[in-house]
């Protein structure tokens, strides 16, 4: 028996994980311009995308506070 090629599948949804938040935006601007835009996320990603913005702020606090400070001459 041979596997189906995904051009083969019946026309679906793709299973999602049950606790996915979806959201999805339509923008319109005058009569020519229109934006679309969607979004989903899981609350781990939730979780991953506060660490990763803890983990640049602390590096940046880092950064700043080991840089010479630029004193005036009088």
């Keep these: 028996m041979q ?5 083969q599948l019946p026309d679906q949804d793709i299973p999602t994980h049950p ?7 339509n923008l ?4 020519s311009i229109s934006l679309q835009g969607s979004a989903r ?3 781990a990603g939730i979780i ?3 660490l990763t913005v803890s983990a640049i702020a602390f590096a940046f606090g880092y950064l700043a506070r080991s840089t010479p400070r630029c004193r005036t001459w009088r």
């Design 41 to 43: 996320i899981t609350p």
């Design 48 to 50: 991953t995308v506060g």
């Design 28 to 31: 319109r601007v005058g009569n």
């Design 3 to 7: 596997d189906a090629l995904p051009s």
């Design 19 to 25: 606790e996915e938040m979806k959201t999805s935006i």
